[in-house]
């Protein structure tokens, strides 16, 4: 099946000025529909207009982004230049414009193509006589019968192996497909771990906010019950142990005044702790419960809050997640961070229906052989097949060898041999 523009075509003079709400449906997402689902995609450019348009450069950066494989750029309508110079100058251009818009270092191959000159409506334009023999040997129309023809002929070969490109695509579909699952996988499981590691913080934060109340609680009981009534301290004249009597007696009874002095300041140590003790309170015991309770119930309405807070807001914070487990991939170069936008952008409508309608705790866990298989698949399986696809016979137009079998040197004579015995014995 041909589609062409895919079968959409604006009025003349009108291409410039118009766009998506103009034309009553979204111009690059249609193309991106059928680009998906075609295994050859031919990109014209006619002579008289080799720059590209604004929606042009949208189209090859958005649309047929990733497709280079089955892309194709065309200049088309080489027949109408009557000089070697006029292509060229709307050869470079073209260039110059692609080189602004491809992002590669050096720009694909720019095949060409015209129409065969029995097979037009309109007769060729000549060149007057004058100008006819100078230019004679510069002119297109000679050069459509060498040069041209035999890329012409590519272009055809490429349109007529659609078939064979279609394993091709299908290998490329089977690689971004996975691609994509895995990172799908990846993030949902980032968004579950971070909205789990949150809530964790929250629970220890209740457990540590419980066993605070618990202790001080305690502690004002430990402090509180089984105290007695304060003592009351030493009177000054019971520390004066002032001795009375003649100096022999007081020489001799020495030793037995400092025993006296140090029990009284143990004594009187002990009256002091004792006075410290406060007596137990009904009323402080059960404020310093209520206390407890309610910067224990506050706190656990503060978790539930923030937690319906950020598993309702899931999509707003989705990006940052993004950024923050594929950040260092988009650091390494402008290829892998192009291939790893165009798989987020193609992953996240996909994704934010499924936080949306899905809570994050109700996602299974993945398994860690499931990942393991993801892997093997992108970095064993898609190579392998790829490898067995791109072995060709010759060139790169020629024929998978898969497809279209070479019969084996070798086995022409004895096929031969085989046919011409079977004909004797008839």
Not at 62 to 88: E, P, R, W, Y
Not at 171 to 179: G, I
Not at 317 to 322: G, R
Request: aromatic share 8%.
């Amino acid at each position: 099946m041909l589609v062409d523009s895919p079968g959409m075509i604006d009025p003349p003079g009108t291409s410039l000025d118009r766009t998506d709400e103009d034309r009553g449906y979204d111009f690059k997402r249609v193309v991106q529909w059928f680009a998906d689902r075609a295994d050859v995609i031919l990109v014209m450019f006619d002579p008289d207009k080799p720059g590209t348009t604004f929606e042009t450069l949208d189209v090859l950066t958005k649309s047929l982004q990733g497709m280079s494989s089955k892309v194709l750029l065309i200049l088309n309508k080489v027949d109408d230049f009557q000089t070697v110079h006029d292509f060229a100058r709307a050869y470079g251009a073209l260039c110059w414009n692609l080189s602004k818009v491809i992002g590669r270092k050096d720009l694909p191959f720019i095949y060409t193509m015209y129409v065969p000159q029995d097979k037009r409506e309109d007769p060729p334009k000549s060149l007057p006589a004058a100008q006819g023999d100078a230019e004679s040997a510069y002119s297109v129309p000679k050069m459509l019968e060498h040069e041209f023809d035999g890329i012409r002929g590519e272009v055809m070969r490429e349109v007529e192996r659609a078939p064979d490109r279609a394993t091709d695509n299908i290998l490329n579909l089977l690689k971004a497909t996975a691609l994509r699952l895995k990172m799908h996988m990846t993030l949902v499981e980032a968004c579950k771990k971070e909205y789990l590691d949150l809530r964790k913080f929250w629970k220890r934060a209740q457990i540590a906010g419980i066993v605070a109340g618990v202790g001080f609680t305690a502690f004002y009981l430990i402090r509180t019950v089984g105290s007695s009534a304060p003592l009351e301290a030493l009177a000054a004249e019971d520390l004066a142990q002032a001795p009375s009597g003649s100096p022999s007696v007081s020489s001799a009874s020495s030793e037995g005044s400092s025993m006296m002095t140090s029990s009284a300041w143990e004594k009187n140590w002990s009256k002091q702790v004792a006075r410290s003790h406060s007596l137990f309170k009904f009323s402080t015991f059960a404020k310093i419960v209520l206390s407890s309770c309610a910067s224990n119930l506050a706190l656990w309405k503060a978790s539930v809050l923030n937690l319906e807070f950020k598993r309702e807001n899931v999509l707003q914070w989705l990006p940052q997640t993004f950024q923050r487990v594929y950040g260092p991939f988009l650091c390494k170069s402008d290829r892998a961070h192009d291939e790893i936008m165009a798989q987020w952008n193609a992953v996240q409508p996909g994704l934010e229906l499924a936080l949306s309608s899905t809570p994050l705790e109700s996602f299974p866990a993945i398994e860690t052989q499931h990942k393991s298989f993801l892997d093997d698949v992108l970095d064993l399986h898609v190579p392998r097949l790829d490898r067995c696809v791109r072995d060709r016979t010759g060139d790169d137009h020629a024929y998978l060898r898969f497809k279209h079998h070479i019969t084996p040197a070798s086995s022409k004579p004895e096929a031969k041999s085989a046919t011409t015995t079977t004909t004797e014995s008839k």
